[in-house]
């Protein structure tokens, strides 16, 4: 059982297109995160929810919108995909918000825009 | 910025050696956690240790913290060829909510 999934898990495509990148976590946590991943490993929040309510937006261009219909889901939408875009996106969960709690990560959606 | 670095960026040893990373951050923090990556997986929660606490043993791990020099250091005993992976610091700013910064990595490779 997969405690947190993420599809696609590779997703190729050109410039100016529309993608969104699903998330789920079975592990009844109250808070996931968005996290992009560059080419150097470099790992950066991109966003966090808490019960559906978005607590942190970094500083992240409005072409990404995350989305969560409910605490066990948190998908991502880009429009308008640029070169920059091409990372590692990883979601993950935690019960509760902050450091002091452990994070489950996804196992990446590599993107590709060409 | 609050992200921590790792030190070294890369490490090589043989299978058997003891291996230790190093992670220095800027600001005060309530905790410090360490994840493992394997090569393309997700990350992996490896240890927490808490602002108030000095050293933490897990295993095989053993992780320290110096508060006053903003450092914390991994060490991974006895290794083995199953270790290799890129390890992160994460840290907490204190007065900071739900945003955990990870440092830069290292990447640890062991020989069998």
């Known amino acids: 059982d997969t405690a947190v999934s993420q599809t696609p898990k590779y997703l190729v495509t050109q410039m100016g297109n529309d993608k969104s990148i699903k998330c789920e976590q079975n592990l009844g946590h109250d808070t996931m995160y968005w996290y992009k991943q560059d080419s150097k490993k470099f790992l950066k929040i991109m966003f966090s929810?808490?019960?559906?309510?978005?607590?942190i937006n970094e500083t992240v261009p409005n072409r990404f919108s995350p989305k969560s219909p409910d605490k066990a889901h948190l998908n991502l939408h880009i429009n308008s995909l640029e070169l920059g875009d091409s990372a590692v996106y990883f979601c993950?969960?935690?019960?509760?918000?902050?450091?002091?709690?452990?994070?489950?990560f996804g196992p990446g959606t590599r993107l590709l825009v060409l | 910025s609050q992200q921590g670095e790792e030190d070294p960026q890369a490490l090589s040893i043989q299978e058997g050696e003891n291996a230790t990373m190093n992670c220095s951050y800027k600001?005060?923090?309530?905790?410090l956690q360490w994840y493992r990556q394997n090569s393309g997986r997700g990350l992996v929660h490896l240890i927490l240790i808490r602002s108030n606490e000095r050293e933490k043993h897990s295993g095989r791990l053993r992780v320290t913290l110096d508060t006053s020099k903003k450092s914390s250091s991994l060490l991974i005993t006895a290794s083995r060829a199953a270790d290799t992976a890129s390890y992160f610091c994460?840290?907490?700013?204190?007065?900071?909510?739900?945003?955990?910064?990870f440092g830069t990595g290292t990447k640890l490779q062991v020989i069998p």
């Open positions: 994460a840290t907490d700013a204190s007065g900071g909510y739900q945003k955990v910064t």
């Open positions: 929810y808490n019960n559906k309510e978005l607590i």
């Open positions: 993950a969960s935690s019960q509760a918000g902050g450091g002091k709690e452990t994070q489950y």
């Open positions: 600001t005060s923090i309530n905790n």
